[in-house]
T-cell receptor, first 113, second 112 residues
């Protein structure tokens, strides 16, 4: 099946710094990618829809200035957590569709200390 | 048995028994449903899917049942193995290339 590569898999950063998470579709082009967030023992919640060449669409309650999304090419979407706080610590996962199937990245475990 | 509380519902089964994991979905317009398995620290792994024009689909050791009347989805795992221990999520979708909406998840614990 198709591969979505997400990097880094784990990151620890200090409060106030920014962290960039990359999501690449390795063998398909994705005009749209989706970013999810998952808290411990909880389900995946959609944060935003990343659109190639245009602005991302954010879900209600997700701060667009805090979670910057860039989708500059058909194979790369990035999520930057700006001015990170401990409450931003979470598991972040990206996803893209190829034909009729959704594929997920490996996820990024962000810990803000 | 199964328990529901503040944490993920947990289903504990003996190795070799069959497991049934249930899910209620929310959108009657959803036409595509997927079961995912998630192991600790990893992203969701596709198990099986079903479209709304079907009510049953079988894979290797897994069966998905769809009841559109009551918006209910179930995943049956035959001869459950220790490697099946994970959290299982159902997800619904409408019209592809749109976000998946995930259910709350169920933790399956296999007792050897």
């Amino acid at each position: 099946g198709a591969v979505v590569s997400q990097h880094p898999s784990r990151v620890i950063c200090k409060s106030g710094t920014s962290v960039k998470i990359e999501c690449r579709s390795l063998d398909f082009q994705a005009t749209t990618m989706f970013w999810y967030r998952q808290f411990p023992k909880k389900s995946l919640m959609l944060m935003a829809t990343s659109n190639e060449g245009s602005k991302a669409t954010y879900e209600q309650g997700v701060e667009k200035d805090k979670f910057l999304i860039n989708h500059a090419s058909l194979t790369l979407s990035t999520l930057t957590v700006t001015s990170a706080h401990p409450e931003d610590s979470s598991f972040y996962i990206c996803s893209g569709w190829m034909n009729t199937e959704a594929f997920f990245g490996q996820g990024t475990r962000l810990t803000v200390v | 048995g199964e328990s529901v509380g503040l944490h993920l519902p947990t289903l504990s089964v003996q190795e070799g028994d069959n497991s049934i994991i249930n899910c209620a979905y929310s959108n009657s317009a959803s036409d595509y449903f997927i079961w995912y398995k998630q192991e600790s620290g990893k992203g969701p792994q596709f198990i099986i899917d079903i479209r709304s024009n079907m009510d049953k689909r079988q894979g290797q050791r897994v069966t998905v049942l769809l009841n559109k009347t009551v918006k209910h989805l179930s995943l049956q795992i035959a001869a459950t193995q220790p490697g099946d221990s994970a959290v299982y999520f159902c997800a619904e979708n409408r019209s592809g290339n749109t976000p998946l909406v995930f259910g709350k998840g169920t933790r399956l614990s296999v007792i050897a």
